[in-house]
């Protein structure tokens, strides 16, 4: 008997305050191979991250459910046509969160955490040495 590895899904939610806040969109993961498609690491393409629109046109292959809704209150589809219908700032934002997700980032810390220790080199004075000391 062999292993069947189900492929994980994506939950993009945005946390309480954020200007799409209430937005919740269920995306598939990417395979391997796809992933290093969209983010031009696949060799194929010159290094560095694909063109936008082919990474809002993969978001949206992947796509499982979400609960966006036009001005009418009707459900928008989870079609290509519909993605590329909506709100830019909407749209990017979960494409950003999607992607971040896949590429194993990590959420911001929470504001009222330090980060840890303030750096030894932020406190060395780096003043310019002047002309008459530089030999």
Known sequence: MGYRHQIP????TFEEG???HGCEVTLR???LGEWLDITGLGGNDEPGVRHIGDQLKTMADKLIAWNLEDDE???VPTTV???LDQDQGLMLAILGSWLDTLSGVSAPLEPT?????PS???SIPMDTLSASLVS
């Open 9 to 12: 899904r994506v939950n993009v």
């Open 29 to 31: 993961r990417l395979k």
């Open 18 to 20: 954020h200007a799409y």
């Open 81 to 83: 046509e519909a993605v």
């Open 120 to 122: 030894l080199v932020e």
């Open 73 to 75: 209150g009707r459900p």
């Open 113 to 117: 955490s330090t980060g840890g220790e």
